[in-house]
């Protein structure tokens, strides 16, 4: 089954064609040892929280952009094999970060709900949330019922849900701390598709307008926790 590999990353925007040449000389690397598809975007509309946020999940300074990826894997063996086999790669070793690595959170994810398809994608909206684990399904039937009811017939592209399934403990920040986690839930990472922001922006305003009065039916996580931004693709392994 797909499994991803889902990272939210501080970049100085100085280094955003440094970081664009990165990426370039990364994913031959990454799908010489067998990863599928490669997508990395650029923080463009990325809100500050009241409780928390992407800024925050990842301390960037003030002249840092968030920046949302994911690697694509044919399954979580795959990509298993891959992180321990590339760790001896020479081609690993040559390469220079235009980042601070200490601060980039990762973790592995497994598609729980999948909708349309992220290819072609012109505009994405992450989020990284956490959600109780006895809410799995609880949370995997919300997600169905947005993407018909809502983001597929406004112009959306796809949706992914990702739940964690290895998501490890850092040093200075991670997954857990990012979303506030609480004893018994699980990471999230998560995208939604867009062909363009003006699309996804329409479609925003839409949604808001028909919630107009309704008081907000109940969801099975904290909505106070979730963090999401919109970005811009700077790279995408399909075009490459």
């Not at 690397?29 to 599928?36: C, E, P, V, W």
């Not at 997508?39 to 992407?54: A, M, T």
């Not at 994911?70 to 081609?91: G, N």
């Not at 070793?93 to 980042?99: E, G, I, T, V």
């Amino acid at each position: 089954m797909t499994y991803f590999t889902g990272s939210i990353a501080p970049v100085p925007h100085t280094n955003r064609q440094p970081y664009i040449d990165h990426l370039e000389a990364t994913w031959p690397i990454f799908q010489r040892h067998g990863a599928t598809r490669m997508v990395e975007s650029w923080g463009v509309d990325v809100p500050h929280g009241k409780v928390n946020d992407l800024y925050g999940a990842v301390r960037a300074r003030e002249d840092e952009a968030v920046v949302f990826g994911w690697l694509e894997w044919p399954d979580k063996a795959t990509a298993d094999a891959a992180w321990q086999t590339m760790q001896a790669d020479p081609a690993m070793a040559d390469l220079k970060m235009p980042f601070d690595g200490s601060r980039l959170i990762f973790g592995g994810f497994a598609p729980v709900f999948s909708g349309g398809t992220d290819r072609g994608v012109g505009y994405v909206q992450g989020f990284a949330l956490a959600v109780p684990e006895a809410n799995r399904d609880a949370y995997v039937k919300m997600a169905r019922e947005a993407w018909d009811a809502e983001f597929h017939p406004r112009g959306c592209l796809g949706m992914v849900e990702g739940w964690g399934v290895d998501v490890p403990r850092g040093q200075q920040t991670d997954f857990y701390r990012a979303t506030l986690a609480e004893a018994g839930e699980v990471a999230l990472f998560s995208w939604i598709a867009w062909p363009d922001k003006s699309t996804c922006d329409a479609a925003g305003s839409a949604m808001e307008a028909s919630m107009a009065g309704q008081e907000m039916p109940p969801m099975p996580f904290d909505g106070m926790r979730m963090m999401w931004g919109g970005f811009e693709p700077i790279f995408d392994s399909d075009r490459a």
